[in-house]
């Protein structure tokens, strides 16, 4: 009810006692148990459950850091949530989201009237520094046991977004894509093609372990980006296509 969410909203501990932000709230074993079978709930279950964690952040202890569809923060709470780690907690090894699927995920933003994607885009989208705090939180949805799936899927929409104009935010994008299936790669060809031969050292670096198991769109989008880019460009691809020769 509107009733609870505004109670949880008007109390300065509710984001603590909900392990949001530590500390003093309950323990990530909790939190575990919490989530175990939470693929399993109905989504609207869910979606009220992901809605009392908006409702209970004090945003003074801990912020998002990605932006999504309509402004919802849920989807990055129920990410850090599950993963026993509060949002003001830095520093360690990458936490992992405990009972979430891409799949579960997916079927929340659907109930929340948000795009299928809504839950995976702004992975892609990250502004500024990719320092190990910056893109800790959007790496964390690459754990999710179906996260390549959900790339296939979502292909499409993904393309247009591997390319901003910032190389931090290129090498961030090629890291998302660690764990894509080939049929993915193939369907961002262009866009694959651009970071491999692109000028900057880092980017071609990150792009190059996606190469091997890209197929012929991804060669073909390399001989086109040899014939007409800028010489350096054109250079790079080149030597991509030798080394996949």
């Not at 500390?23 to 175990?36: A, H, R, S």
């Amino acid at each position: 009810p509107l009733a609870v969410l505004q109670v949880l909203k008007s109390s300065d501990k509710s984001s603590q006692q909900l392990g949001l932000t530590s500390y003093g709230g309950i323990t990530p074993n909790k939190v575990f148990d919490l989530y175990e079978h939470f693929e399993q709930i109905p989504p609207a279950v869910g979606l009220r459950w992901a809605l009392v964690l908006d409702a209970a952040l004090d945003s003074n202890l801990g912020r998002c850091q990605m932006t999504f569809e309509r402004g919802v923060r849920w989807p990055e709470l129920l990410l850090m949530h599950s993963s026993g780690q509060g949002l003001n907690v830095y520093g360690g090894t990458r936490p992992k989201a405990r009972g979430l699927t891409a799949a579960s995920l997916e079927a929340l933003c659907i109930e929340d009237g948000l795009s299928p994607a809504a839950w995976l885009l702004p992975a892609f989208q990250i502004t500024g520094s990719t320092g190990y705090f910056a893109d800790q939180r959007p790496l964390m949805l690459t754990d999710l046991a179906d996260y390549p799936e959900a790339l296939l899927r979502h292909a499409a929409a993904i393309a247009p977004l591997l390319l901003p104009a910032n190389v931090n935010g290129r090498v961030h994008g090629l890291k998302m894509l660690e764990t894509a299936p080939a049929a993915m790669l193939d369907l961002c060809s262009a866009q694959i093609a651009e970071l491999a031969a692109s000028t900057s050292k880092q980017v071609r670096a990150a792009a190059e372990p996606l190469l091997a198991r890209t197929g012929v769109p991804v060669t073909e989008a390399l001989k086109e980006v040899a014939l007409t880019s800028k010489p350096e460009a054109r250079l790079q691809a080149l030597r991509v296509l030798a080394a996949l020769a």
